[in-house]
């Protein structure tokens, strides 16, 4: 089914249109880096001709580990990636986790981000909703798929449509998610266009003990599937060397593999698009 369309900045998701990306780092590591990732992403993207939405955060306010890095912080953060969009000319997207963040972010970036842990936080979601930009709601890790009705009628009781869903994974046991295709089209039906996350799919929350682990060899076959059974747009977290990322560097794509991952999802997408005329 056709989902609605939501543009962010020049970006557009939904309508039938091919899967649009949000990609970038997964914690504002540097100025430096982020230019370097997103320089990257852009050319990519461009090759292909897709649009992209640039991510990073300027807080991981859930680390396992009260020692883990965490970002810049707001002002900080918020600036270097608004800095870093607007020279690279791609519009931005960022985690927000207090209401009082949503007003604040919205200055800076073209779409907030509600992480999974917070997708039935009433306040935040109100407070998203309010600002008027796009809104991009992961679906919690103890959520049904249809269970996220609930926060997209939230966001659209501020009179706010524009609002997006993701998939990231759903717990199964300890230390596992597993990713529930069936999840994908349930969502979709709900008129909104429905992201798949690549990389968080793949986690294992704590599965290193004071740090979360991943099994990055699954993202691709994942996205394939992902974009097989249809989706709006896919969401991947990157870094030059993963293994050296201050954060989910085990479930990051490296730098260096993006262009073909981006091209394998293209050709799923377009076969998928083409089945469902």
């Known amino acids: 089914m056709r989902t609605r369309e939501v543009r962010v900045g020049s970006v557009v998701f939904g309508g039938g249109r091919p899967a649009a990306f949000i990609g970038g780092p997964c914690v504002i590591e540097s100025e430096a880096l982020l230019r370097r990732v997103g320089r990257?992403?852009?050319?990519?993207?461009?090759?292909?001709?897709?649009?992209?939405?640039?991510?990073?955060?300027?807080?991981?306010?859930?680390?396992?580990?009260?020692?883990?890095?965490?970002?810049?912080?707001?002002?900080?953060?918020?600036?270097?990636?608004?800095?870093?969009?607007?020279?690279l000319g791609v519009p931005t997207v960022t985690d927000v986790h207090l209401p009082e963040q949503a007003e604040v972010a919205a200055r800076y970036v073209d779409m907030l981000q509600v992480p999974a842990f917070l997708s039935r936080q009433t306040d935040l979601l109100l407070a998203c909703g309010r600002t008027g930009k796009a809104v991009n709601v992961k679906k919690g890790q103890f959520l049904a798929p249809h269970d996220m009705r609930h926060a997209v009628?939230?966001?659209?009781?501020?009179?706010?449509?524009?609002?997006?869903?993701?998939?990231?994974?759903?717990?199964f046991g300890y230390g596992s998610l597993v990713v529930d295709m069936r999840s994908l089209k349930v969502m979709r039906e709900l008129g909104v266009p429905v992201i798949h996350d690549a990389t968080h799919c793949v986690q294992q929350p704590g599965g290193r003990g004071a740090t979360t682990g991943g099994q990055r060899e699954f993202v691709r076959p994942l996205a394939r599937a992902a974009a097989a059974v249809g989706v709006d747009g896919v969401f991947f977290e990157t870094h030059p060397d993963p293994d050296k990322a201050l954060s989910d560097g085990p479930n990051s794509l490296k730098l260096s593999d993006v262009p073909s991952f981006l091209r394998e999802v293209r050709r799923f997408d377009a076969l998928s698009k083409e089945v469902s005329r």
């Open 40 to 87: 990257e992403l852009k050319k990519a993207c461009a090759a292909l001709k897709v649009g992209l939405v640039l991510k990073s955060s300027f807080d991981k306010a859930n680390r396992t580990s009260v020692r883990s890095f965490r970002g810049p912080g707001l002002e900080d953060g918020l600036r270097i990636l608004a800095k870093v969009g607007a020279e």
């Open 153 to 171: 009628e939230k966001i659209e009781s501020t009179g706010n449509r524009r609002v997006l869903l993701t998939e990231r994974g759903t717990f």
